[in-house]
């Protein structure tokens, strides 16, 4: 079974802090992703990567930033965290393919987040 | 922009009857549809992935894919109280790597 793995399950910060949410996984998967997921909003894309130390911004990157020096790890950064980033935070991995491949997407836990 | 659309409920069916969730999209050219559930407080997971126009079955759920009239149901027969769930509907963008989401679809089965 894939396993994507967020290790912080849920952090209570301070405004102004800087917060890292770690993201490991273990099925050499290519693609890895970090979306928010607010109620009412649904899934919201932050950032992705597709190949080590390769990054794209996805729909909402202002605020945050991302890592991956490692093909198995993807690391989002909170450089100074706000009350409005207080949100549910999941990683999720793909392998990598053409469109139409069915390219399945697999989640990790989330990642609970409140900025205080 | 491209879009993926979906009632957000809730839905209330009752248990033992079969419960109809749709998701309309905007981009002709999507080729892989996908279902996810997501129980409160939890990660969505896959339940269906469907590629071809027709009806795909997996035990209890079919998903029906129609590429004429862009929109894909998912069924779920004899629905128990562990079916409530948000049932998410994506459905592959523009690039080889995203997923477009819709926001989701609260279902209720009700005892």
């Known amino acids: 079974d894939v396993k994507v793995t967020q290790s912080s399950r849920y952090l209570v910060k301070r405004t102004g802090e800087k917060v890292f949410l770690e993201c490991v996984q273990d099925?050499?998967?290519?693609?890895m992703f970090w979306y928010r997921q607010d109620p009412g909003l649904g899934l919201r894309l932050i950032y992705f990567?597709?190949?080590?130390?390769?990054?794209e911004k996805g729909d909402i990157p202002e605020g945050y930033s991302v890592s991956r020096e490692k093909k198995e790890r993807f690391s989002l950064i909170l450089e100074s965290a706000s009350t409005n980033q207080t949100s549910m935070y999941l990683c999720?991995?793909?392998?990598?393919?053409?469109?139409?491949?069915?390219?399945?997407?697999?989640f990790g836990e989330g990642s609970w987040l409140t900025v205080v | 922009q491209k879009e993926v659309e979906q009632n957000s409920g809730p839905l209330s069916v009752p248990e033992g009857a079969i419960a109809s969730l749709n998701c309309t999209y905007s981009?002709?050219?999507?080729?892989?549809f996908f279902w996810y559930r997501q129980y409160s407080g939890k990660s969505p997971e896959l339940i269906m992935f469907?590629?071809s126009n027709g009806d795909k079955e997996d035990g209890r759920f079919t998903a029906q894919l129609n590429k004429a009239s862009q929109y894909v149901s998912l069924l779920i027969r004899d629905s128990q109280p562990s079916d409530s769930a948000t049932y998410l509907c994506?459905?592959?963008?523009?690039?080889?790597?995203?997923?477009?989401w819709g926001a989701g679809t609260k279902l209720i089965i009700k005892p």
């Open positions: 990567s597709y190949d080590v130390k390769m990054k």
């Open positions: 994506a459905v592959d963008g523009d690039s080889n790597y995203q997923l477009i």
């Open positions: 999720a991995s793909s392998l990598f393919g053409d469109r139409g491949s069915g390219n399945t997407i697999y």
């Open positions: 981009d002709r050219g999507s080729q892989s």
């Open positions: 469907i590629y």
């Open positions: 099925m050499d998967h290519e693609n």
